[in-house]
Structures are given as C-alpha cells and as structure tokens.
C-alpha cells in the first residue's frame, strides 16, 4: 500500500493528501536523490514552446511512469492499454477503470499570455469552482470535480466527469481523486 493510500485510509484532509503526493513524487518520479547545485550556480530553464511532438514532461502523462504513480496514488489501475493522442498541440489518454473512467489532457502553448487565455477559457467552458492553492503556478477544481493545473506553458486536465461519485481504493470522492492525480503529476513534472 502507497504512502499516499495509508494517508487518505487514515483520513487525512484531501490539502494534506495532496501535499503528500507532491512530496511522493517529488521521490518516485525519475529524481536523482543526489544533492542538488547551490542556486547560485543552477542553470536558467528555458520554457519549453509547443513543438511538433509532444514534450518528454507531457508524454509522461500517458505513459508507463504516469500510469504506475497514478495507480499507486488512486489504489486502483486501468483495465485496459492507455492509447495517447497528439492533436493541436492538445496530448490526452483515457484511463479506463472498471467503473468508470478519466480523461488525462496535456495543452501545450508558447507563452505566458496563451497559457492562461486557454486556462481561463478551459475554467468557463468547464464551470470553475474553487482555487486550489499550492498547487501548479495556478490551478482550480470544476464544476463535475475535475482538476485544472498550469505549470510553464502547460495546462494540464485531468477530467474526472466520467469516473463514479466515489473512486478509489479506499473510496474518495471523484474531485480528491482528481486533486490526487493532478498533484502526482505536479511532483512528477517538478523541475521538468
């Protein structure tokens, strides 16, 4: 059982669950656990423009990685292949479960101002509800629980309006379960 499945099983607040699941996989996704260089001496990032193909970050999204934190942070894995799809600069996979499933969505844009014109599009069209704090350089929960992160020039969906009321093992509602899966995705994304 995750660190993360003992937390939620021991009733955490979902705030604590998913600030468990940065620090999760801030460790699981690809991190070196070496010490890291003094600021002083990091190198500047570059952001990442959309390109012809999908960035490595977004592909991790619907890939084995991905998929494997994600089962271990909702306790519960697909039951069939993810099948990513690469068009408009928009990445997404469906995650199938028994009862139900979400859809994972990656948008790719080129600037500031495109990133958070499409995160305040994506908020009206989909019924934004509340802020969640900490999380991204931005991000929100919609309407049908859904979940809404910006991070760079990145906007990621994972839409849960599909997955039953309660999800997971043990049972969250489907908004946790959206925050949990966009805030294991956030860890993994750390630095990328």
Known sequence: MSLLTRARARGFSIAAVWSLALVVGLGACGGSGG???????APVRVLEKAGAEP?????????????????????VDVTRPLMPRFVDHLYSCDYVYSDGLATLSVKEL??????????????KRLG????????????????????????????LLVNASRLPKQFGVPSAPRADASLTVAATIMGCWTGA
Not at 35 to 41: E, H
Not at 56 to 73: F, L, N, P, Q, Y
Not at 111 to 116: D, K, M
């Open 128 to 155: 934004r509800k509340h802020a969640l704090l900490g999380l991204g350089q931005g991000a929100y929960q919609t309407t049908d629980g859904s979940t809404v992160v910006r991070k760079d020039y990145r906007v």
């Open 35 to 41: 010490s890291s260089a003094p600021a002083a001496t």
């Open 110 to 123: 080129s600037s500031a101002a495109e990133t958070t014109a499409y995160f305040d599009a994506l908020g």
């Open 55 to 75: 960035s490595d970050s977004t592909r991790m999204v619907c890939g084995s990685e991905g998929k494997e934190e994600i089962a271990a942070a909702v306790g």
